[in-house]
Structures are given as C-alpha cells and as structure tokens.
C-alpha cells in the first residue's frame, strides 16, 4: 500500500500565505490565475501546498499581488522563532484568522470603525459571545 506523499510544511506554509495576501487584495483564484497565465485549479494546488511554487513563479505572484517575496515566508515553521524557549510561530493565530473569509472580513469592517469607544464594545461583545470574561 503505497502513502501519498505529504505537503511539506514550508510549502504548505508559502501557499497559505499566498492565499492570505490574494483574499487581503480581494482577489479570486481565477483573477491571480489569468495574471499568471495559469489555471484556478493551479493557484488551489499551490494554495493547499500540494503543489510547490518555483522561484520565478513566486516572484511573479508576489509582483502581482504587491508584496516582497519574503512576504511569504513571514512565521514559517522551522525559522528563528522556533528555537529555543520562543513561542513557536508567535503570530499564526493571526494569519489563521486573515486566512479565513469571516476573518477577513470582521477585520476591514473593524479597521473601518473609527471611534475607539465603538471598537472596545466590539472587543467586549466578541469576547462575551466567546464566553470570556469581559474587564470594564
């Protein structure tokens, strides 16, 4: 019985750091795709890290897309901040909530309120919904 082979985790890493940046840009897989002259079924495979991105593949993505190429490898597991006492991967939980749609989403309309009254009862009702203690 032959084991598929796993992702390895630098590229699933990449991938989702690509799928990040193109949903903080708004943009489908089918507009990234067309800009690289490739297929969505591609950007998909590159996005779950199922398919690893080449070098001149990833500078062109991260041309498109408006970033440093070292955008991508931000957090990456196995990095400075995995050894020693460090917090592994100390800002995950953020590119884990930006990586989801409803994340995104919660975060441009919560940077769009400007009163910052409005935003700590935001923070205070999120976080009693959650079932955590809210300070006054």
Known sequence: MANKKQPNPIDIHVGSRVRLRRMMQSMSQEKLGESLGITFQQIQKYEKGTNRI???RLQHIAS?????????FEDAPGGPAESGFAESRP???VTDFLSSAEGLQLNKAFIRIKDPKVRRRVVDLVRSIAGEEVED
């Open 91 to 93: 800002a995950a939980f």
């Open 64 to 72: 498109v897309l408006q970033v440093p190429v070292s955008f991508f």
């Open 54 to 56: 080449g070098a001149s």
